[in-house]
Nanobody
Framework: QVQLVESGGGLVQAGESLRLSCATPGRFFSTMGWYRQAPGKQRELVAGTLSDGSTNYGDSVKGRFTVSRDNAKNTLYLQMNSLKPEDTAVYYC????????WGQGTQVTVSS
């Protein structure tokens, strides 16, 4: 069973920053990242790392969000800068093996 532990969400004002963390205790996964889901909207890709070490980003966050990882801690980070009210959503960490495993989600709220 894959365990994902998310943290770092919260309430911020527009223009501020937040960093989300997703830990996978005791296990390293090369393909993992973040999706988000706003009320009434479909879940969308935010950012992800691939098995070749590359990263990809959703169009709406390019240039503002950065994904990184600390392999020693088996932790993936999402640095979110210049946050906008439209970034408000529940952010879900995922790991892809033969299937996709999801974290519990963390709320990010950006006020205008």
């Amino acid at each position: 069973q894959v365990q994902l532990v998310e943290s770092g969400g919260g309430l911020v004002q527009a223009g501020e920053s937040l960093r989300l963390s997703c830990a996978t205790p005791g296990r390293f996964f090369s393909t993992m990242g973040w999706y988000r889901q706003a009320p009434g909207k479909q879940r969308e890709l935010v950012a992800g790392t691939l098995s070749d070490g590359s990263t990809n980003y959703g169009d709406s966050v390019k240039g503002r969000f950065t994904v990184s990882r600390d392999n020693a801690k088996n932790t993936l980070y999402l640095q979110m800068n210049s946050l906008k009210p439209e970034d408000t959503a529940v952010y879900y960490c995922y790991v892809q093996t033969l299937t996709i495993h999801w974290g519990q989600g963390t709320q990010v709220t950006v006020s205008s």
